[in-house]
């Protein structure tokens, strides 16, 4: 086992996770480096919605199976602290193209697979929406078709992050916040060597990069490319003037997405689509602080479309973040082809994963051991990158 200092880039929901699995499997010195405060980036904008989708794919099941297990425990220990809300999701269209794309998806994941998720859903079109769901807060006369799991809906991000990070701390990790790292060192072999930060250099032996959209940037200055690419997160709280009560509503056509917040309040967000759909990474990409209008706009639209009372909502708060994406829809998580180089990337399930990818990167670390994983998750599942364990890929 390599001895001396654990550095991780990020003390969001990864970063955390991670350094509380290995503080508490080792006694290796593990320094978490944070720009800001722990999980006030990322994980703090994100919708936080935790759960099984019909349309997620094989890894990403597994992944969540190993995350729910240990979050069952942590929020239940955590108590009020972290709340956890179970809503249901429903997909839904407004469209008959959209109908039929639902549709297609629906069939193309219950045909021939007797362990899908869909074997946990349900899908309804035409007057089977309006005799089977009892919504009276939904505009159902407005939609083509629905498909409904049960096993959905969220946390709040920022305080299970901080619950993570106190059992870190407690396990002998240390946290350096408004601590800004600035690129990474190789030494003479080409193995990872230190991190430069706003406030100094600090000498490391293997180092975790979890640092969400900023990754690439500090991943290139070392010579790694890592395939990602990012497209805004926007979040808007509404007033709910009717306290309606329905699951998580995720709109087929338009990606806008709507569930209850805090009592008498309303999260509204916006999914942009996938790698394809996301213009190339630039070097520190830029946040807006407010949603541009025309994505405002539709989502309120949206809103105002899915639920009775929105027509003319109350905005309480907005912010942007960014969500990263993989051109398969898989994590990016372990050794990268830098020795002492190991990253954790998501598409746009960090809240998700976070948990499982801790103890994967943690066994990686300390035993070196590929896990079960390896295969979905390393980086040298893609053509032209490949990582120390299993050299060029094809």
């Not at 200092?5 to 970063?15: E, K, P, S």
């Not at 349900?122 to 089977?128: H, I, L």
């Not at 809103?303 to 990263?324: C, F």
């Amino acid at each position: 086992m390599t001895e001396g200092t654990i550095g991780i880039v990020g003390g969001g929901i990864t970063g955390v996770c991670t350094a509380y699995y290995l503080s508490k499997r080792s006694d290796r010195r593990v320094v978490v480096f944070e720009s800001d405060e722990v999980a006030a980036e990322t994980t703090a904008k994100s919708a936080g919605y935790v759960g099984v989708r019909a349309s997620h794919t094989q890894a990403h099941r597994a992944l969540l199976t190993h995350s729910i297990r240990l979050y069952n425990r942590v929020i239940r220990e955590a108590g009020a602290d972290v709340r956890h809300r179970l809503l249901g999701g429903l997909n839904v269209s407004t469209t008959t193209d959209g109908r039929a794309a639902l549709r297609a998806r629906h069939r193309s994941l219950t045909e021939g697979d007797e362990d899908s998720n869909s074997a946990f859903a349900e899908f309804f079109e035409g007057d089977s929406l309006r005799e089977s769901l009892l919504l009276p807060d939904v505009r159902l006369g407005e939609l083509t078709a629905a498909w409904f799991w049960p096993n959905y809906g969220y946390v709040t991000p920022a305080s299970l992050a901080a619950t993570f990070a106190q059992r870190a701390r407690n396990a002998g990790a240390t946290f350096r916040t408004n601590t800004r790292v600035l690129e990474l060192e190789r030494d003479a072999t080409g193995s990872i060597s230190a991190v430069r930060t706003d406030s100094g250099r600090t000498t490391v032996d293997q180092l975790v990069l979890a640092a969400g959209p900023w990754n690439p940037t500090l991943a290139q200055s070392v010579g790694v490319d890592l395939p990602v690419r990012h497209s805004f997160a926007p979040g808007l709280v509404l007033d709910d003037p009717t306290g309606s009560v329905h699951p998580s509503l995720t709109h087929h056509e338009s990606g806008v997405y709507i569930r209850p917040h805090d009592d008498g309040q309303l999260f509204a967000g916006h999914y942009q689509g996938d790698f394809d759909d996301a213009a190339p990474d630039v070097e520190d990409p830029e946040i807006p602080e407010t949603i541009p209008t025309d994505l405002r706009e539709n989502i309120l639209d949206a809103a105002g479309q899915l639920l009775y009372g929105l027509d003319d909502p109350t905005v309480k708060d907005e912010w942007v973040g960014l969500r990263s994406l993989t051109p398969d829809g898989n994590p990016i998580v372990g050794w990268t082809a830098v020795d002492g180089l190991l990253v954790a990337t998501y598409n746009a399930t960090g809240i998700q994963h976070a948990p499982a990818v801790g103890d994967i990167l943690s066994r990686q670390l300390l035993d070196g051991d590929p896990t079960q994983y390896y295969d979905a998750v390393s980086i040298s599942r893609f053509d032209g990158h490949d990582d120390v364990q299993d050299g060029p890929s094809a």
